[in-house]
């Protein structure tokens, strides 16, 4: 190929046959783009560092790589050094295509990538917590991060309306049926940002990196995830410094163990006529 390649967006056509009770038609379908997100990151007098690949829907691949550096605290704003810039890579021995696929995080000064990251691997679009040593280590670098919510936290009420809320932001979804969304919300429900994305980590990650690209603080009354409410789901809720988690489907036994360590609220099973609180 010669010039640029052109930015992936986040649905892809493709063409179907479906069947039903004794039909057959042929139609047009929507799918959600599944691609792979390589991170580097780099600060003065350091050399490029590869820190992380991720299955990702193209679209807010700054924000989700800005995310994602807070989350595992490599970067600000609680622990880490500033993000002074985020770019698309263009070494010359990437194809147009992977440049697209590869962004470059530049840090305002040192961090401790080897440290963090000694077991660092390629990840899924449903994995969070890959690269880690062990759960203790995560444990122990959320706590160091964490800075607990003094604000107000939704009432029940309030919370038992916000999937709906986050189901009305969620566009790529309507069209393909295949992204799980985020959202951050307010104690009284207003919603402040929402992505998606095929991982539902990274949806998260796109919401915290929304935040601090926008110059704005990742904390916020109500974090709300579409699908179940897993570990590393709760660690990135802890590290931005949320009040609580919402999910529409379970919390599993560990992710009610940092919850509740971390002063976390958790919220599962949500929907209009009920929520269950977990911690």
């Known amino acids: 190929m010669i010039g640029r390649a052109r930015r992936p967006g986040p649905t892809v056509r493709t063409r179907v046959?479906?069947?039903?009770?004794?039909?057959?038609?042929?139609?047009?379908d929507r799918l959600a783009t599944e691609e792979p997100l390589e991170i580097r990151m780099t600060w003065p007098g350091s050399?490029?560092?590869?820190?992380?690949?991720t299955m990702r829907t193209p679209g807010h691949d700054f924000e989700l790589a800005a995310g994602y550096s807070c989350h595992?605290?490599?970067?600000?704003?609680v622990v880490g050094p500033a993000i002074r810039g985020i770019a698309y890579c263009t070494d010359d021995d990437l194809t147009p295509e992977q440049e697209l696929n590869v962004v470059t995080?530049?840090?305002a000064g040192p961090t401790d990538i080897a440290h963090r990251h000694a077991g660092m691997s390629a990840g899924s679009s449903a994995c969070?917590?890959?690269g880690k040593d062990s759960v203790t280590a995560v444990l122990e670098s959320v706590r160091d991060a964490r800075t607990a919510w003094t604000g107000p936290l939704p009432h029940p009420d309030v919370v038992r309306r916000l999937p709906?809320?986050?189901r009305e932001g969620q566009a790529v979804f309507s069209r393909t049926g295949g992204v799980h969304a985020a959202g951050l919300f307010t104690a009284d429900g207003d919603l402040l940002v929402v992505r998606e994305d095929?991982?539902?980590?990274?949806?998260?990650?796109?919401v915290t990196g929304a935040r601090l690209l926008a110059g704005d603080p990742p904390a916020e009354a109500c974090l709300v995830v579409s699908g179940r409410a897993?570990?590393?789901l709760v660690q990135k809720a802890v590290a931005a410094g949320v009040g609580s988690l919402v999910a529409v489907g379970a919390p599993t036994s560990l992710a009610v163990s940092l919850a509740t360590e971390a002063g976390l609220a958790v919220f599962g099973f949500t929907r209009e006529d009920r929520t269950v609180r977990y911690a």
């Open 105 to 107: 995080v530049t840090l």
């Open 128 to 130: 969070g917590v890959c």
């Open 230 to 232: 897993g570990f590393e």
């Open 198 to 206: 095929v991982g539902r980590h990274n949806a998260v990650d796109k």
């Open 47 to 53: 050399p490029t560092q590869r820190v992380w690949v």
């Open 72 to 77: 595992e605290g490599l970067a600000g704003p």
């Open 17 to 28: 046959r479906e069947f039903g009770d004794g039909t057959e038609r042929a139609r047009e």
């Open 164 to 166: 709906t809320r986050l």
